[in-house]
């Protein structure tokens, strides 16, 4: 089992940044990719970011230049930084590991609002 914990949401104003972080412990397989989803209200989640446990990075293009992946693979934790933050950025962010067939984990996730 595997279990997903993130931290460093919260309120921001409009331009402002945030730092999310997503430790991951339990048994975890070496060759794995984390991620970043979102989910705004009455939509559906959606891909911010993912980056394998070599390194490799994909960014979806809603927050494409906007926001840097990172992992620490000794501490098994993810993060995501975020710069430039809009309104329509607000939603919660999970924190997601996989890796083969059947081993997809979640966070319970993590709420960013940017508002003034």
């Known amino acids: 089992q595997v279990h997903l914990v993130e931290s460093g949401g919260g309120l921001v104003q409009p331009g402002g940044s945030l730092r999310l972080s997503c430790a991951a412990s339990g048994s975890i397989v070496r060759i794995n990719t984390m991620g970043w989803y979102r989910q705004a209200p009455g939509k559906e989640r959606e891909l911010v970011a993912t980056?394998?446990?070599?390194?490799?990075?994909n960014y979806a293009g809603s927050m494409r230049g906007r926001v840097t992946i990172s992992r620490d693979n000794a501490k098994n934790t993810v993060y995501l930084q975020m710069n430039s933050l809009k309104p329509e950025d607000t939603a919660v962010y999970y924190c997601n590991l996989r890796s083969y067939i059947d081993y997809n984990y979640w966070g319970q996730g993590t709420q960013v609002t940017v508002s003034s």
């Open positions: 980056i394998t446990s070599a390194g490799s990075t």
